[in-house]
């Protein structure tokens, strides 16, 4: 099966939401018919009301794969729609849990193609758990450990619905999305002492490991 975008999803309206200082989310999301273009700083059209905790050149972008959603569908006994988990990008043909961080994307054909590189999973929140309206629902997705892909955006451009998917490059530390969701739950002292001993971690997966050290100082 060829890997590909199955649908490009923005905001389709601001929920009120008491997880941040706006008191507004832009978790809902649903899929458009119209190309879309992606920015280093995110999706034109989206709206992003907690830039503290999404959003931003190393969060430009979510992807989430249909197969994922299908597994869930059949756990929730609901329909999930394209955008449902808040997802920009629905991909199908592609191991979202399964990409190294670091990863590079190219969606859409040459010259025109965008470039996404993997940079860290999606950490599970409160407005998440909301927005589902499913008791210990944080702790059922990490459980799950499919928490689908953010992205960072190297060659900006537009996509749409149908694009070919196409992995470019893959680091050879080897760690996916699917294990940084675990190792972002680890002791700082695991994750100073894994930065300090991995020499070939890579760009993007030592920016997340960073980041985690920078949340539990």
Partial sequence: MVPRLDAICVTRALKPDDGND???????????????????????????????????????????????????????????PPGSFGENLATSGLDVTGAVVGERWRIGAVPDAVVVEVSEPRIPCETFQRHLARPQWVKRFTAAGAPGAYLRVVDEGE?????????????????????LLVLRDADPARLRLLMEEQDDLGAALGRAVERRLRAVR
């Fill in 22 to 80: 706006s008191g507004l989310t832009g978790i809902d999301k649903a899929a458009v018919e119209h190309p879309v273009r992606l920015t280093a700083l995110g999706v034109v059209g989206d709206k992003v009301m907690d830039a503290k905790f999404h959003g931003g050149r190393d969060k430009a972008a979510y992807a989430y794969a249909r197969e994922d959603a299908a597994w869930w569908a059949a756990e929730l006994g609901r329909d999930l």
């Fill in 159 to 179: 996509v749409r619905a149908g694009d070919e998917i196409a992995v470019l490059s893959r680091p050879a530390h080897g760690v996916t999305v699917g294990e």
